[in-house]
């Protein structure tokens, strides 16, 4: 098996795992703080799926006020004897670490399960529908005419994914913890797909989210880059609707093996389009780690710099 088909397959088993959800057992192995699982949380917008959110030390004993960090891919942030790779975020961990060490503020984490939908909710909508009629097409059909799967499990829904965070999740976090509800104190974050849609997330709910973290942003949609228009598409919807001034953060950052290898030029472009907005500098930051791949492992290594960067005290 040559190289080049071999990288394919890699990354077909890492991006399409994510999809996988983790077993429903509650009794999460946690080594900081505790979690309250929400089972099959209804939307009129989009698909039930289950919400895992994470409560610092301390949190029932006190009447303080909580930031939340809203983050995709819930099944992948605790306990990785429940997930499909046996690999985790370490957010609990990571979390309490930074808490301890003053770095950040306590913080509660609302972690959002995938469906199979997973890319169809996660692909932002508005870059989807400037692709011509023909491309979109091809990426939701290309896999059935051949007999297999398609990435899209339906057409893209990534705008009522985001309702449903907003106009559902968020107002039932807000009304039943202790939580600030203020855009300052209300973030998003993910990797992969999941960077992609945070990044969705700021710049179509700026008056929402305060920040969002970018993990490994899967800037080119699927696994071609040869004459892909996909991640011009993200750069104009940038350029256009990145929030301006200082009232919002954004962070970026990519490894340089796997599937992350294929992110570097994208990501540069989307610094230069960051350079030249009216964004400033200190409420942006994109980050290259040389040696990371595509895996909650490479992740969880550096969760640390974006908590630190969106929740610093």
């Keep these: 098996m040559d190289g080049n088909r071999l990288l394919f397959l890699l990354c077909m088993l890492i991006f399409l795992g994510g999809c996988s959800s983790s077993s429903k057992n509650t009794d999460l192995i946690l080594s900081a703080g505790s979690v309250e699982r929400i089972e099959n949380f209804e939307s009129k917008f989009i698909q039930s799926r289950n919400i895992d959110i994470w409560f610092p030390d301390g949190y029932n004993n006190s009447d303080e006020k ?7 891919d819930g099944q992948m942030l605790f306990d990785s004897t429940k997930t499909w790779n046996k690999q985790e975020w370490q957010v609990d961990e ?59 499990k339906s057409e893209v829904v990534s705008d009522n994914y985001l309702k449903f965070i907003t106009k559902e999740l968020k107002p039932f976090i807000d009304e039943n913890y202790s939580v600030k509800k203020d855009r300052s104190n209300t973030f998003i974050a993910g990797s992969s797909m ?48 990145l929030p301006e001034g200082d009232k919002n953060k954004i962070y970026f950052d990519h490894g340089t093996e796997t599937l992350d290898a294929l992110y570097p030029s994208s990501q540069q472009k989307i610094d ?42």
């Excluded at 909580?66 to 995709?72: G, I, K, Q, R, S």
């Excluded at 508005?126 to 059909?141: C, G, H, Y």
């Design 66 to 72: 909580y930031p939340v960090l809203y983050m995709h």
């Design 94 to 152: 990571t979390m309490k670490a930074l808490i301890d060490e003053e770095l950040i503020q306590k913080t509660i984490v609302v972690g959002i399960h995938n469906t199979h939908l997973r890319h169809s909710e996660y692909f932002p909508q508005k870059p989807f529908e400037s692709l011509s009629e023909e491309f979109q097409d091809s990426l939701i059909n290309k896999g059935r005419r051949s007999g297999g799967e398609s990435l899209f």
């Design 194 to 241: 999941g960077g992609l849609i945070s990044m969705y997330a700021l710049c179509e709910y700026p008056e929402v989210f305060g920040g969002a973290a970018c993990l490994s942003t899967h800037w080119i949609g699927t696994f071609d880059t040869i004459n892909n228009p996909i991640p011009q598409a993200f750069i104009d919807y940038l350029d256009k609707y």
């Design 272 to 313: 230069k389009v960051l350079q030249n907005s009216s964004m400033k500098k200190a409420n942006w930051k994109s980050l290259a780690f040389p040696g990371a791949d595509h895996t909650e492992r490479a992740w969880s290594e550096r969760l640390a710099f974006p908590l630190r960067f969106l929740l610093q005290k």
